[in-house]
């Protein structure tokens, strides 16, 4: 069964970088695509961007100067880096599994992440 | 970017037929394919796919759940709906990336 799940600092300072680890076990990420998905207080829910199977990269035009999403095929993780963090970046983060056409079969946990100083 | 727009909330007494409805700024349909999907999520818990390219049941989901619509406008229904399925509930299109977006989320009241 494939299992996500999420890690890394609970609270960032403003105009850091957020980093975030998904660790997923039961299936390898050079199959399908993983994804980073982001839900607001007040339940607004936001794609942020995925990476594939080969490594290539799709990102939301809304965070394309800040976003980095990497991997390390060896350890079966993917990685989030939200760069010039501000309060507007608080949010539950959630790592999920998609396919090429686009929907979310499998979620991590997610992980709550406050930008405050 | 596409935006999908769905009712905040809505209420229905156990073991009646919840309908909620997701609308697209443009069409989501490429061919016979219908790219919205939907998700339910309670509170503390991770969001759940409910249904894929609009009508087929994800693995594991009840029946009682079935979703439809094509182009612009999209339903998802409960039927009958049961005390479990108090949540918030998300459509989402895959029809344009990027972005992929999300609507609102509707709020699943009981009456």
């Known amino acids: 069964e494939v299992q996500l799940q999420e890690s890394g600092p609970g609270l960032v300072k403003p105009s850091q970088s957020l980093s975030l680890t998904c660790s997923v076990t039961?299936?390898?990420?050079?199959?399908?695509?993983w994804g980073w998905i982001r839900k607001f207080p007040g339940n607004k829910m936001e794609w942020m961007g995925y990476?594939?199977?080969?490594?290539?990269?799709s990102y939301n035009p809304s965070l394309k100067s800040r976003i980095s999403i990497t991997r390390d095929t060896s350890k079966n993780q993917f990685f989030l880096q939200l760069n010039s963090v501000t309060t507007e970046d608080t949010a539950t983060y959630y790592c999920?599994?998609?396919?090429?056409?686009?929907?979310?079969?499998?979620w991590g946990q997610g992980t709550l992440v406050t930008v405050s100083s | 970017d596409i935006v999908l727009t769905q009712s905040p909330a809505l209420a229905v007494s156990l073991g009646q037929r919840a309908t909620i409805s997701c609308r697209a700024s443009q069409s989501v349909s490429i061919s016979r394919y219908n790219l919205m999907h939907w998700y339910q999520q309670k509170p503390g818990q991770q969001p759940k796919l409910l249904i894929y390219?609009?009508?087929n049941l994800a693995s594991g989901i009840p029946a009682r759940f079935s979703g439809s619509g094509s182009g612009t406008d999209f339903t998802l229904t409960i039927n009958p709906v049961q005390a479990d399925d108090i949540a918030t509930y998300y459509c989402?299109?895959?029809?344009?990336?990027?972005?992929?977006?999300f609507g609102g989320g509707t709020k699943l009241e009981l009456k």
């Open positions: 039961g299936y390898s990420i050079t199959s399908n695509y």
């Open positions: 390219r609009a009508s």
């Open positions: 990476i594939s199977y080969s490594g290539s990269t």
């Open positions: 989402q299109q895959s029809r344009e990336s990027p972005p992929w977006t």
């Open positions: 999920a599994r998609t396919l090429v056409n686009g929907w979310f079969a499998y």
